[in-house]
């Protein structure tokens, strides 16, 4: 039912990726309210304390879904931008590294840690999510993905932490 809202953009940001859209989700209140309610469903909330999301657009649903369910949330964010002693990891990507950051005491206090994206692809930027959340001493009890593009196989990078996926294509 959700995946009515996803627009495929062919050949964005470069030619042979087809982009998955998810601006026409977020535009339509039934749409957003669904895809958090099915976030809320996915994991029992009463088995994390915190939600982590990975820039930018996890930011967008993850933080949905930490104030409907009151708890806090914590970024992992791109080189530079977090002002405190931080953590960072970097990644492979198809050409290049990418590198993504985490505040050094981001959770401290509570160590349950839901992870969210909006999308897993390869599960190279959530692998290096969940070794950050690990190295400062979080325990990510599962990743919880809008949409999952299967035939990447992403998630056999993600060892056995759980995955849950709204959509997969
Ligand atoms: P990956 O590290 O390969 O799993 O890529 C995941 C990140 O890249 C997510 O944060 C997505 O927002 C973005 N991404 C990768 N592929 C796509 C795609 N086909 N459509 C939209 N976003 C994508």
Not at 21 to 50: C, F, H, K, N
Not at 114 to 127: I, Q, R, S
Not at 131 to 153: H, Q, S
Not at 156 to 163: E, F, N, Q
Request: negative net charge; hydrophobic residues 40%.
């Amino acid at each position: 039912m959700l995946d009515r809202y996803i627009r495929d953009v062919p050949d964005f940001p470069k030619p042979g990726i087809l982009f998955k859209d998810i601006t026409p989700l977020l535009q339509s209140p039934e749409g957003l309210r669904a895809t958090i309610d099915a976030m809320v469903e996915a994991v029992d909330p009463s088995s994390y304390d915190l939600v982590c999301g990975i820039e930018s657009r996890g930011f967008i649903f993850g933080t949905a879904l930490a104030d409907r369910l009151n708890k806090g949330f914590v970024p992992i964010r791109k080189p530079g931008k977090l002002p405190w002693k931080t953590a960072s990891e970097s990644y492979e990507l198809e050409y290049g590294t990418d590198t993504i950051e985490i505040h050094v005491d981001a959770v401290d206090g509570a160590r349950r840690v839901l992870m969210v994206d909006d999308l897993l692809a390869t599960g190279g930027t959530m692998e290096a999510g969940l070794k950050l959340v690990r190295r400062i001493g979080g325990e990510p009890v599962a990743c919880c993905f809008v949409i999952e593009l299967g035939f990447l196989d992403g998630r056999s990078r993600l060892g056995d932490v759980p995955i849950h996926s709204l959509m997969s294509f």
